[in-house]
């Protein structure tokens, strides 16, 4: 089973960036679909964006362009990069590895395969 580590969290301001990665001790998922998700206190966890094997992108529609997700299958690394960020965006991100190689949208959380411990990201005013 594929092991994920996040990391990139931070405090910021609002209107600031931040880049979370997620390192997978192998080939990345070997090539299925991966996700990242997110929770924020009091709230359910909610899935944020997702990439399929073919590259295909799915995001949620709170993202509005703001995230962008990618993979770097040679560095085994899932990265999400997120511009402008907002309050609302305070939550802890978790990585998700797929057991399919399209994940679709929403993804459920039936065929996640694996989750990584989650990275705080937490934005001020």
């Known amino acids: 089973q594929v092991q994920l580590m996040e990391s990139g969290g931070d405090s910021v301001q609002a209107g600031g960036s931040l880049v979370l990665s997620c390192n997978a001790s192998?080939?990345?998922?070997?090539?299925?679909?991966m996700a990242w998700f997110r929770q924020s206190p009091g709230n359910e966890r909610e899935a944020v964006a997702a990439?399929?094997?073919?590259?295909?992108?799915y995001y949620a529609r709170f993202t509005k362009g703001r995230f962008t997700i990618s993979e770097n299958s040679a560095k085994n690394t899932l990265t999400l990069q997120i511009n402008n960020l907002e309050r609302e965006d305070t939550a802890i991100y978790y990585c998700a590895a797929g057991s399919l190689l399209r994940c679709g949208w929403p993804v459920k959380d039936r065929i996640i395969s694996a989750w990584g411990q989650g990275t705080q990201v937490t934005v001020s005013s």
């Open positions: 990439i399929d094997r073919d590259r295909r992108t």
């Open positions: 192998t080939t990345t998922n070997g090539g299925n679909c």
